[in-house]
């Protein structure tokens, strides 16, 4: 009896990084399939519901369409009865992920020290457990107090604080706001780690970056590292691909709702699930949750001087625009596109990585209560969804060697949209002459016109 206590807890103990039982993903593959014809896809659809099987992209069966990326993560008991089952109907497959949990105890942090020095010695560069994200928001407040507060947003399901960060230049006058938030769904721990690079970012260089100082003397920066801080734990500390955050439901038999489909935006009309046990569960109602209604609240009374809403996600190299429950575009589409293209263009420069631009129900999937769609309903022109990498090879499981280009690029994408929308609303903010500085300047012309004549 004793011994077999032994092994058990000696079993325990050998699972990395944690003392508790965390969901294993041993020998869990990621396919990746194109079906070719409408047959295939009714068989994949069928694959996906019997052997209920964890899609990835897109995020229901439904959306699975010919010519279009497939994304399933199949655990390891049924990888042979899955490849057996494509090469029946001959539906050619590619193996993205041999070994899903190599992938994850990669992406894991190789120490955790208990107390860091924050920010000087915080590591941008691999991802970071909650409790260290609250110990840098707060250092980053105490470290840059003239620039930086910390505010409370709002309580989890769990009643866990939220906390965002408002960056803002001293100034008698009135600023307009750029909202961010990361972290809506658990897994996507890319997302995360780019807020906080963001801030670093801007901290770092507002004094000598022209582009940043100039938009911090008419925008206020409010950054939401992590909003699904209950999902965010348990995606460490018990199931490393949780999506959802953690609401109980049926008395407790299934746990979650999709934060993202729970805005009050054509909510449960499209690309949802009323299962509780789905991923893309929306919620008894709109605005549900208590993360929802913490966001949606405090955006609705800032609502008239936020210019911009970005949201940052995982994984597919998309930055999305409104809508995704209707194919109608919105009235500044044109707009909203222009700049996307924009930011694209920005992001490519850097690394070479090609986003694609566009609304989501036209080149992704339909769906309805998000975020984004929300925002802009309620009037905050520029709004977009980021999608960073990537496109599937490590998928939500991104490794670290990645954060930082990852990041890089997606810094150049959003400060030319955070620097278009300063321009259009700030259009004398380009040049921020002053009658004295426009004076020394004509003094200065003169002065070397005449020296080069």
Same mark, same amino acid.
Request: one cysteine or more; a negative charge.
């Given at each position: 009896?004793?011994?077999? $206590?032994?092994?058990?807890?000696? $079993?325990?103990?050998?699972?990395?990084?944690?003392?508790?039982? =965390?969901?294993?993903?041993?020998?869990?593959?990621?396919?990746?399939?194109?079906?070719?014809?409408?047959?295939?896809?009714?068989?994949?659809?069928?694959?996906? *519901?019997? $052997?209920?099987?964890?899609?990835?992209?897109?995020?229901?069966?439904?959306?699975?369409?010919? %010519?279009?990326?497939?994304?399933?993560?199949?655990?390891?008991?049924?990888?042979?009865?899955?490849?057996?089952?494509?090469?029946?109907?001959?539906?050619?497959?590619?193996?993205?992920?041999?070994?899903?949990?190599?992938?994850?105890?990669?992406?894991?942090?190789?120490?955790?020290?208990?107390?860091?020095?924050?920010?000087?010695?915080?590591?941008? !560069?691999?991802?970071?457990?909650?409790?260290?994200?609250?110990? +840098?928001?707060?250092?980053?407040?105490?470290?840059?107090?003239?620039?930086? !507060?910390?505010?409370?947003?709002?309580?989890?399901?769990?009643?866990?604080?939220?906390?965002?960060?408002?960056?803002?230049?001293?100034?008698?006058?009135?600023?307009?706001?750029?909202?961010? #938030?990361?972290?809506?769904?658990?897994? &996507?721990?890319?997302?995360?780690?780019?807020?906080? +690079?963001?801030?670093?970012?801007?901290?770092?260089?507002? =004094? *000598?970056?022209?582009?940043?100082?100039?938009?911090?003397?008419?925008?206020?920066?409010?950054?939401?590292?992590?909003?699904?801080? #209950?999902?965010?734990?348990?995606?460490? &500390?018990?199931?490393?691909? +949780?999506?959802?955050?953690? *609401?109980?439901?049926?008395?407790? !038999?299934?746990?979650?709702?999709?934060?993202?489909?729970?805005?009050?935006?054509?909510?449960?009309?499209?690309?949802?699930?009323?299962?509780?046990?789905?991923?893309?569960?929306?919620?008894?109602?709109? &605005?549900?949750?208590?993360?929802?209604?913490?966001?949606?609240?405090?955006?609705?009374?800032?609502?008239?001087?936020?210019?911009?809403? $970005?949201?940052?996600?995982?994984?597919?190299?998309?930055?999305?625009?409104?809508?995704?429950?209707?194919?109608?575009?919105?009235?500044?589409?044109?707009?909203?596109?222009?700049?996307?293209?924009?930011?694209?263009?920005?992001?490519? %420069?850097?690394?070479?990585?090609?986003?694609?631009?566009?609304?989501?129900?036209?080149?992704?999937?339909?769906?309805?209560?998000?975020?984004?769609?929300?925002?802009?309903?309620?009037?905050?022109?520029?709004?977009?969804?980021?999608?960073?990498?990537?496109?599937?090879?490590?998928?939500?499981?991104?490794?670290?060697?990645?954060?930082?280009?990852?990041? &890089?690029?997606?810094?150049?994408?959003?400060?030319?949209?955070?620097?278009?929308?300063?321009?259009?609303?700030?259009?004398? %903010?380009?040049?921020?002459?002053?009658?004295?500085?426009?004076?020394?300047?004509?003094?200065? *012309?003169?002065?070397?016109? +005449?020296?080069?004549?």
């Amino acid at each position: 009896m004793w011994l077999f $206590l032994g092994i058990i807890f000696s $079993l325990v103990l050998l699972i990395p990084g944690n003392l508790s039982l =965390k969901l294993q993903y041993n020998g869990d593959q990621v396919f990746h399939i194109v079906p070719e014809t409408f047959q295939q896809v009714q068989h994949l659809q069928h694959l996906c *519901s019997t $052997l209920l099987l964890d899609l990835w992209k897109p995020q229901l069966p439904e959306d699975i369409r010919t %010519g279009e990326d497939l994304h399933i993560r199949v655990p390891a008991p049924l990888v042979q009865e899955m490849k057996d089952s494509l090469d029946h109907h001959m539906i050619s497959y590619k193996v993205l992920i041999p070994d899903l949990q190599k992938l994850v105890d990669q992406s894991m942090p190789k120490e955790r020290r208990r107390h860091r020095q924050v920010p000087e010695g915080y590591i941008y !560069t691999q991802y970071h457990p909650m409790e260290e994200i609250y110990q +840098w928001m707060t250092q980053i407040q105490k470290n840059n107090s003239e620039l930086v !507060t910390q505010h409370h947003l709002g309580k989890t399901i769990e009643n866990r604080e939220m906390y965002y960060l408002q960056i803002s230049q001293p100034s008698d006058k009135t600023k307009k706001i750029i909202w961010m #938030d990361c972290g809506i769904h658990a897994r &996507e721990w890319i997302s995360p780690a780019f807020c906080q +690079w963001f801030v670093k970012e801007i901290l770092q260089n507002y =004094k *000598s970056d022209p582009k940043i100082s100039r938009f911090l003397q008419n925008l206020d920066l409010y950054v939401l590292p992590v909003l699904n801080i #209950d999902g965010y734990i348990y995606s460490w &500390e018990k199931d490393r691909l +949780w999506r959802k955050n953690r *609401s109980p439901h049926m008395n407790g !038999t299934c746990y979650g709702t999709d934060l993202n489909r729970n805005f009050n935006s054509s909510w449960g009309t499209v690309g949802v699930s009323y299962n509780c046990s789905s991923e893309t569960f929306c919620g008894s109602g709109p &605005e549900s949750e208590p993360e929802t209604r913490a966001v949606a609240q405090f955006i609705e009374r800032k609502k008239s001087d936020i210019l911009c809403y $970005l949201t940052i996600h995982s994984y597919g190299q998309y930055i999305l625009t409104p809508y995704g429950s209707t194919t109608k575009p919105p009235s500044n589409s044109e707009e909203l596109m222009h700049v996307a293209e924009k930011a694209a263009a920005a992001l490519m %420069g850097k690394h070479g990585t090609s986003y694609k631009v566009g609304s989501t129900s036209l080149i992704l999937y339909s769906n309805s209560g998000s975020s984004r769609d929300w925002a802009h309903m309620i009037g905050i022109p520029f709004s977009y969804t980021f999608e960073l990498r990537d496109n599937g090879t490590h998928g939500f499981v991104l490794p670290v060697d990645q954060i930082q280009p990852t990041c &890089e690029e997606t810094m150049l994408a959003v400060t030319t949209i955070i620097d278009y929308v300063d321009q259009k609303y700030f259009p004398g %903010g380009a040049v921020m002459l002053t009658s004295g500085s426009l004076g020394l300047s004509l003094c200065l *012309s003169i002065v070397l016109t +005449w020296t080069v004549s």
